[in-house]
């Protein structure tokens, strides 16, 4: 009977091979977000990287960004009462509806689209009409303090940041608990994605992350490209690779 000489290391070797692929592709994904930065420009920023790209302009200063439950990207004009539906190619502007309210800061959970008013009450918004239904006081220092604010998108929890503070909104209530103080950055928008709360930094300008259980930060990358600036407001993208021709795609949320 003829035997057959077993060669384990050539399979051990394809594996190592296909395994190395894997972790090569694995390391060239990316996370990315729209962005609406304080000069009322419209982009996507590689939050891996920090480069962002310009899209546009969208004609009007925005308090923030939101998805809706249709997957369509949102803003409240910052102190202003109009509320309009963005493009995500170009960043162009559709009002939808005068609100009740004057829009301080703008986000939105995987349910909704809620609003921070001048006073720091926290409204849920009807994407629909843009009219604002109170929920009640997040009891976060309101616009007159100054300083730096922002909100989150794309996760279960509303996190609302004030300064290098993170604080968890309560949905039902508007109540703001705070989660710790960040060692560094001073923070304006936040995005949640693979699991990371991803945080735009006004100073210095740059791309965190927040620890979800007691606010402190982990430095990515500084924020460059052109029109780039305040973080005012990030939308998640679902997409890991995004070719420079495809950039100011319509990229699924």
Known sequence: MQTTTKRPGRFLALAAALAGL???????A?????MGTGTANFGVVDLTT???????????????????PDHAIYGGGFRA??????APTTGTLTP???????FFITGSTTKGVYAVDLNSNLYSIDITTGAATLIGPTGVPAAGSG??????????????????????????????????????????AEVLE??????????????????????????????????????WGLVPIKAKRISAKKICAAHKL
């Open 22 to 28: 894997a972790a090569a592709g694995s390391a060239r």
């Open 147 to 188: 300083g730096y604010w922002g909100m989150s998108t794309n996760s279960k929890t509303l996190y609302y940041s004030y300064q290098s503070g993170l604080y968890k909104v309560n949905v039902k209530t508007g109540r703001g608990a705070l989660i710790g103080t960040a060692s560094a950055g001073v923070f304006g």
């Open 50 to 68: 920090g480069v962002y790209t310009s899209c546009g302009t969208s004609g009007a200063q925005l308090s923030g960004l939101g998805v809706g």
């Open 194 to 231: 693979d699991g990371k709360l991803f945080a735009g930094s006004e100073n210095p300008l740059g791309v965190y992350t927040l620890n979800p259980r007691n606010g402190s930060s982990t430095f990515v990358a500084p924020l460059t490209g052109s029109g780039s600036g305040p973080f």
């Open 81 to 86: 009462r109009i509320f309009y539906r963005v």
């Open 96 to 102: 939808i509806g005068t609100s009740n309210i004057t």
């Open 30 to 34: 990316d996370d990315y977000a729209y």
